[in-house]
Nanobody
């Protein structure tokens, strides 16, 4: 059974930090690009950060560049999203996804999400 399980969400004050984790099982983790998406209330799901399977190259949305860092540990089959200098507009449900590319349409597997709430 394929599983992607996010953890690490919670309530934090603006300017604070959180580290999200995504634990994978049931598929060949190191062969997949892993991405974090988020969806705020009333808004569409958007890509946040992505890390490739091949060379570990990363991509981040402009809104989080310099604040969020994505990394992966293939031995632990886990991807992390370190989020610093959090802003109220970062409040959303954060989803982990695995696929062949960083695009939303390229994702094959999805987690159920973890809620991040940033208070002002």
């Amino acid at each position: 059974e394929v599983r992607l399980v996010e953890s690490g969400g919670g309530l934090v004050q603006a300017g604070g930090s959180l580290r999200l984790s995504c634990a994978a099982s049931g598929f060949t983790f190191h062969d997949y690009t892993i991405a974090w998406f988020r969806q705020a209330p009333g808004k569409e799901r958007e890509g946040v950060s992505c890390i490739s399977s091949s060379d570990g190259g990363t991509y981040s949305a402009d809104s989080v560049k310099g604040r969020f860092t994505i990394s992966r540990d293939n031995a632990k089959k886990t991807v992390y999203l370190q989020m610093n200098s959090l802003k109220p507009e970062d409040t959303a449900v954060y989803y982990c996804a695995a696929g062949g590319s960083c695009n939303y349409d390229g994702m094959t597997y999805w987690g159920k999400g973890t809620l991040v709430t940033v208070s002002s």
